[in-house]
């Protein structure tokens, strides 16, 4: 009988795209947890395969799961924000492996970079540490950054309802509830 081989730790495959199957190492780092590939499977499924010609922040990058994927789906232009040195520097390295264009990676806080902003952003990606309350307050700024059309994805501990947007789909897994958010 056959051994499955299995994906050392702090490790993350992007699913889809370009770089299909490409495997990106991350640091372990507390309140680190990437995108399961189901889950971003799923996020996929939600917005179609390809993101050809759109803007995408990935707002808490940690892993770089969500940008990297947005970025090997056709994305034609992703800015990557994480604050954290450690996982920002695995970030940079990521991005050089993989010979990236179109991708900016800042060593940034979410809401500074926002509140000073006036990029516009077709598809915003949001998935904050779990701990402390992060997303209640970075989802309304993230709101005004959003073009027509636009669509939030975001990552809880509980089950959203933000005024002012529509719950287009929502999932669960383990502990962890997603949804795919456009303005109201």
Request: proline fraction near 7%; charged fraction near 20%.
């Amino acid at each position: 009988m056959g051994s499955l081989k299995a994906r050392p730790s702090n490790t993350v495959r992007i699913i889809g795209g370009e770089y299909r199957r490409r495997v990106l190492r991350f640091p372990d780092l507390p309140g680190l947890r990437p995108t399961p590939d189901r889950v971003r499977e799923t996020l996929f499924n939600w917005l179609g395969q390809r993101l050809n010609g759109l803007v995408c922040l990935d707002a808490f990058a940690g892993s770089g799961a969500l940008g990297f994927e947005a970025a090997s789906r056709g994305a034609a232009r992703v800015v990557m924000l994480e604050q954290e040195r450690e996982a920002h520097a695995s970030l940079l390295e990521n991005a050089r492996v993989l010979a990236l264009t179109g991708v900016d990676i800042l060593r940034r806080d979410a809401h500074a970079y926002l509140s000073a902003s006036s990029d516009i952003y077709d598809l915003i990606f949001l998935d904050p540490p779990f701990s402390g309350n992060l997303l209640s307050t970075i989802l309304p700024l993230a709101a005004t950054r959003l073009a027509p059309d636009g669509r939030i994805y975001a990552e809880s501990p509980s089950p959203l309802a933000p005024e002012g947007m529509t719950v287009l789909r929502q999932g669960r897994a383990g502990l962890s509830h997603f949804c795919l958010l456009e303005l109201a």
